[in-house]
């Protein structure tokens, strides 16, 4: 076993240990509306459930170069709201278009050839081609890590305000993993499938 003290090292290297071992990472596909109005769209995996009690989802997005903002973050926290959508086969390929470095003023959405959904409850649109979205509103906005003058990041906590399910994956209000067809993010350029599934009893 080898033991890294990750002060020895850069943080490119330390990004590295983090994003090969933490896997596979499940992706938020997220739009968000500029104030102009432009629907701009992006995915991230460094993404997970916080509560239930309400229904909230914390997404971290890393900041660029001398902690300077990326769209989202800016987005969201401007104006409150963002849907978030889960990644799955039947569009991955347009959810890695939309990861192309635009201006604010160019939509991700309408270059990866994605259609835009109207919301119910938030003025963001969603896309149609997500089985499963939901529409978030702002908890919270930290910015973490770096320095206090350049953040390395801004993790967003959203309140899900409604759930928007393919009706061939609902049941008794559980979703169908095998329906969904998730993909999880790996290191690189590398994605996972769902894969194997197996059943383990919680002790009592």
Do not use: W
């Amino acid at each position: 076993m080898i033991s890294i003290d990750p002060t020895s090292q850069s943080v490119q290297d330390n990004y590295k240990l983090l994003i090969g071992s933490i896997i596979p990472r499940p992706i938020a596909f997220i739009t968000t509306l500029t104030g102009e109005g432009v629907l701009n769209a992006a995915p991230f995996s460094f993404f997970n459930i916080v509560t239930a009690n309400p229904p909230m989802i914390a997404v971290s997005v890393q900041r660029k170069q001398g902690g300077v903002q990326k769209d989202t973050a800016r987005n969201a926290i401007e104006s409150g709201q963002f849907v978030v959508h889960i990644a799955d086969e039947s569009y991955i390929e347009a959810i890695n278009a939309t990861a192309a470095n635009l201006p604010p003023e160019e939509s991700e959405v309408a270059l990866a050839g994605l259609t835009s959904a109207p919301s119910e409850k938030v003025n963001v649109p969603g896309v149609t081609e997500a089985k499963v979205r939901m529409e978030c509103v702002l908890e919270q906005a930290l910015p973490l890590g770096g320095t206090v003058e350049s953040p390395a990041c801004d993790l967003l906590i959203g309140r899900v305000v409604c759930f928007h399910v393919d009706e061939s994956l609902y049941e008794n209000g559980r979703i169908h993993a095998e329906g969904l067809k998730p993909v999880g993010r790996l290191a690189g350029n590398d994605y996972a499938k769902l894969g194997e599934q197996f059943t383990i009893e919680r002790p009592v």
